[in-house]
């Protein structure tokens, strides 16, 4: 299986500063033993899986162990990969 993946620097804006995290656009979900195996291979502490449909984005965010409940529609780091 091939997918896009973005490794982020999350909440700053400085190369190799923040918290790393992977975001990893999709066309379609994944089983979801799929996307936490993923995930785990990111070896980052979260990563975000998300799926544009016209002007709605949804999203989907992992740690290694568990999927995170979510309460935005899009988070602001988010919309510097979109």
């Known amino acids: 299986m ?16 923040g918290n790393p995290a992977c975001v990893v656009p999709l066309k379609e979900w994944l089983p979801d033993e799929t996307l936490l195996k993923i995930t785990r291979e990111n070896a980052v502490a979260e990563t975000a899986f998300f799926i544009e449909n ?23 780091w988010q919309q510097l990969i979109v």
Not at 2 to 17: C, H, M, N, P, S
């Open 54 to 76: 016209g002007s709605t984005i949804h999203l989907r965010w992992f740690t290694p162990e568990i999927e995170m409940d979510l309460y935005a529609d899009m988070l602001p």
């Open 2 to 17: 091939k997918l896009e993946l973005y490794q982020i620097d999350a909440f700053t804006d400085e190369l190799f500063r």
